[in-house]
């Protein structure tokens, strides 16, 4: 049945495939206006939006089995409340032995991203395998008459991505590009082989949000502004992972229920403001499609969903009963269990994360409880003893759980034991990859026909993405963030240069990464790869203060094109990023642009189509279209006029192609901006340094070098090497993994600077403030200077000292210094380079998070009084 559906959304792809790119060429061209909002939207070929009034039945492909439902009662009927609570219970491998695992009866472990087997990066499949033995083995062990096996979770989200050697594919926001549901259901299973490979039968993806804000730092997590391309891929992505639930299969997770696509300012974890009818119909689209395919988990999002023109505030959406109980499992029929995501439940009021029998009463059935999961055990046990908990709601729980692991055929087998375990070469898919990144990549420039690239030519590659496996894959990459990683880290991978090289030989291919200096006379072509560098959830997110213009963040690769374009020479563009984002200057200095997403792994499917009829290429041609609006202005999402009308310089469903003939004229820049209009927020230090901000470290002399601490989250830094002064760590304040943690060990420094002075007097006038949160560890014995400024001479500090003794609690705390009192310390604010800097001496620790300059009403905002503070 489900194969049938997909023979009649594949006749659509072809057609919108042939035909749809030169259409809208042909449109464009004689409107003389690339903007065409009316191009049409291949998302709606593949399926047709809904209109439901209220959350559907959707009918999924599992029926209701009599067998497995008596077994499953049996199963419960036996197990102690321990044993049900264990069941209940996730823990990260990082925080768990498998001795704990028998004690405790766990039902689940899970590694984040960023964990592996023997906290080795590069750690083989039989380790992978090893450590899910002793996992499953541990599960088998325990004392009860009852005994179930435990199940591995891991965010495979583009491929095995956490495994070292596994083939990444394009991340979803290319794949939507493809407008292919069969090559997702493909990669889905091939993704199911590989981490099955390794001993691991639970994939924490597809991602379903409909993103709607290409501030979110996970719009590349999303195929899809347009829910119903979202649908289909969910049917299909689900179908290609769970399949048969054989031995080569793992069960699928839907996540995040529900909206995390639709936040306000495309904030992670943040709020969604929008109506019943559009939250069902447009940003339950992916559910309807996974609970078709039979999904048998779904994670709760983060997010929180405010209904305001209907008056009703569902609060985070852990904690939503209506919504994970009434509008999931009781209208949608929803047969699997849900999941919390990484320490959700400490956000709900009342709860902490090992505490929150609010989020279980709602819905959740398994929690994530990564580290404090032996208090969680011990809490809910106590919860459910004095009436908190219902015992129902618990056996519902341990039912839905137990029904997903007899389906996935769990019980009394290891994992080494199953088909395909152990097997290396199910890590690598590469030709599927590489045909993944061939429909992904979109042209939405091409004039003269500068491509294809001809037979011969010599062609100088440029740009800082051109030979990084790092920039390709980005985020959920081996690391969580993709960062800390070269091209060593992915050894079957291949750049796009190298993928140049291959298809137009070696001897015509030149690659400088910023031209600097080169004569470009001998070259015929020039091809500049450029984009993001790694993010993932909450440091990708870009400030709703910012513009989406590129060259603010990465104002490198504007500089590589401008000097590329004095040699007057044809220049194609490759973009490689995780979202659509403001670039009518780069635009404007390319022949050709191409946005290529984030390949993943397979560069070499990059050259396929740019040097389509050369030896090896194999003749492939443009086949994308945008399944994402493109912004034509910085702050797409501004209020006001005109400017609002004319946001969007490519509707979803463009793409060229090189049928047709297409000549874009120059587009409108606006004048550079620091910051959209009305922004109230410069970010300066979010989880990651805010581009262009840096955070370094330094001993006490202002005149001496700074160590630029770079953005591995793993790392514990000693610096100096020899004889450190300062020690930094990544720890959590607010969320995972969003604070630095400082111990001075001298005197020294710890800043965020720029290379670009800001002006931030009108912000003065605006009552704005230097504001973070902090958490003191060891109280100072001596000043603690914040400063901000412009280097030794126009640089104001204010004594912290007296404030930070009255938080020497270990609580978070938030600090608000008006400008003013910088001022009053002797900093000139017209052109400041360090926004935040604290000098210290030992004894001091504090971690330090979300440091920011705030504008704005002073209401809700508990400012520190100059006067209390001391200057120098």
Sequence with gaps: MVRT????????????????????????????????????????????????????????????????????RKIVAGMSLA????????????????????????????????????????????????????????????????????????DAVHGDNNVFGATMFPHNIGLGAAHDPALIEAIGAATARAVRATGVEWVFAPTLAVAQNARWGRTYESFSSEGPLVRVYARAYVSGLQGDFGDHNVMATAKHFIGDGATQNGTDQGDARVGLKDMINVHGSGYFGAIEAGVQSVMASYSSWDDVAAG?????????????????????????FVVSDWNAIGQLPGCTNASCPQAINAGIDMVMVPDDWKAFIANTTRQVENGEIPMARIDDAVSRIVRAKLRMGLFGMRPSQRAGAGDAGSLQSRELARRAVRESLVLLKNNRGVLPLKPGAKILVVGKSADSLSNQTGGWSLTWQGTGNGNADFPHGETILAGLRQAAGPANVT??????????????????????????????????????????RYPEDLAVLQTVAKGHKPVVVVLVAGRPLYVNNLLNLSDAFVAAWLPGTEGEGVADVLLAGHSGAGGYKFSGALAMPWPGVPC??????????????????????????????????????????????????????????????????????????????????????????????????????????????????????????RNLMPLVSAHAVLQFDVVIATPAKGPVKAYMGCGDRCTGSVDLARTFATYANGARHTVSIPLECFIKGGADLSHVDVPFGVLASPPFSAAFADVKIAAGAKDGRADLPCASLDAP
Aim: aromatic residues 8%.
């Design 5 to 72: 559906g997909w023979l009649w959304l594949m006749c659509a792809v072809l057609v919108t495939v042939d035909g749809g790119g030169a259409a809208l060429a042909a449109d464009a061209a004689a409107a003389k206006d690339v903007r065409s909002s009316a191009a049409p939207s291949l998302g709606h070929r593949l399926a047709e939006p809904t209109h439901y009034a209220d959350w559907p039945a959707i009918e999924s492909r599992l029926p209701v089995d009599p067998a497995l439902e008596a077994r499953v």
């Design 83 to 154: 044993q049900k609570i264990g069941q209940m219970t996730q823990a990260e491998i990082k925080s768990i032995t498998p001795a704990e695992v028998t004690k405790y009866h766990i039902g689940s472990v899970l590694n984040g991203g960023g964990s592996w087997p023997g906290a080795n990066k590069h750690a083989g499949i039989g380790d992978w395998l090893a450590l899910s033995d002793r996992y499953y083995d541990a599960s088998m062990a325990t004392d009860a008459a009852v005994k179930v096996p435990i199940i591995w979770g891991i």
């Design 312 to 336: 009703i505030d569902y609060g985070k959406m852990s904690g939503a009963r209506a919504l994970l109980t009434g509008a999931l499992k009781d209208k949608m029929g929803f047969q699997g």
């Design 511 to 552: 690659y400088s990464e910023t031209a600097q200096g080169m004569d470009l006379a001998p070259f015929d072509a020039i091809v500049a790869v450029i984009g993001e560098t790694p993010y993932a959830e909450t440091m990708g997110d870009i400030m709703p203060s910012a513009t989406l213009r590129h060259s603010d």
């Design 636 to 757: 797409p999402d501004a209020g006001g006029g005109g400017i609002k009308a004319k946001r969007w310089l490519f509707a979803p469903g463009y793409g060229l192609r090189y049928s047709g003939k297409h000549e874009m004229a120059t587009l409108p820049t606006y004048p550079a901006v620091d910051a959209c209009a009305g922004a109230s927020v410069l970010s300066v230090f979010h989880t990651l340094a805010v581009p262009p901000f840096s955070l370094y470290l330094a001993d006490a002399d202002p005149e001496h070098p700074a160590h630029d601490i770079g953005s591995d989250l793993n790392a514990v830094i000693e610096w100096p090497a020899s004889d450190p002064v300062l020690r930094l760590r990544t720890v959590q304040v607010n969320t995972q993994q969003d604070a630095k943690s400082v111990t001075w060990l001298g005197a020294g420094r710890f800043f965020a600077r720029s290379a670009q002075p």
